[in-house]
């Protein structure tokens, strides 16, 4: 194993930052007083004391190697990501509090419990948040202020009004390229696990046999239930299938090979590539444009509230903050 993968943080996991002892040498007062006292960053009444900032800081170094996480970019950019955070978390706690918005915990138990259905038990949604270094209280916590800044974003979704067709007639126009259908095949196929058989068929076959019976009685693919019918297929889908695209309707291959065994397949339908006419991109459009909007107005909004807070930083402090390796 290389020697800087032997690397390892201070408190690795659950609190991996620390103040390097050359750089606080030159701020006392750091060594004078606890991780728990020394405030980084203070947005109104909401204060971030060195000892959380420094696991978050843990937290978001984990995925880089050893050698990034103590690049002073890297190190510097990941510091700014949790202040930035921190403001915003302060900022809709502050603006959510003061127009009367809360999250019911009936509320954010229903939302964890659709997240929960993702995962296939509850050992497994715990081994992920294990994973990730996160308690369930720190995952609800999280999921709180997301349920929370879900209906800031709805409080202000309502100040915009439906787009004119104007407007989304002159959006399907500058992004035509956006709306093209790609060229689609439809094909029925028979898919053989051993080259014999499926080249056995295939020398039986006749203009008159049915490939529907013959893939529901021969084929192991899973959609033999349905006579071979594979739905519509795109360019790029399985190599094999490519071919397709410069087949007539009705026409039929050879054995073909493919990962998943030995294909025979006809097509029955093509779709030549086209652009989605305006009535039929319509609703994609109003929606696209309206969530700009609304992502608009949100950081307008969220500038505003910033400008108007109290907000803090200690540069000493943050400055002091360093990653070093056990031994150095």
Known sequence: MNSHRKFSYVFWGALLLLFLVGVANHFGWLKRNPLNRIAIIKVNDHVLYAQEFSEKLAWGLKQYDVILAKDPKILE??????????????????????????????????????????????????????????????????LRYTLLQRKVFAYLS???????????????EKNKAAFVQKALVRLRQIVFEKEDAAQQLYHSLSSASSFADLAKKFSIAPEARNGGD????????????????????????????????????????????????????????LRTVRASKEQALYTEWLEDQIRLAQVFKNPEALKAIQVKALGE
């Open 77 to 142: 950019f990941e510091k700014d990501k949790i202040l930035d955070e921190f403001i915003n978390r302060s900022i809709v706690a502050d603006w959510t509090k003061k127009h009367n918005i809360d999250i019911a915990d009936k509320e954010l138990d229903e939302a964890l419990f659709e997240i929960r259905k993702n995962y296939p038990d509850d050992i497994s949604f715990k081994q992920a948040l294990s994973d990730s270094n996160q308690t369930l209280d720190n995952y609800k916590e999280r």
């Open 158 to 172: 309502q100040k915009i009004g439906s787009p004119p067709d104007s407007e989304l007639k002159d959006y399907y």
């Open 230 to 285: 594979t739905g519509w297929i795109e360019r790029g889908t399985l190599e094999i299938f490519d071919r397709a695209f410069n087949m007539r309707v009705g026409q039929r291959t050879g054995v073909l090979k493919s990962p998943y065994g030995f294909h025979i397949f006809e097509v029955t339908e093509k779709k030549p590539e086209s652009y989605l006419k305006f009535e039929q991109a319509r609703d994609n459009i």
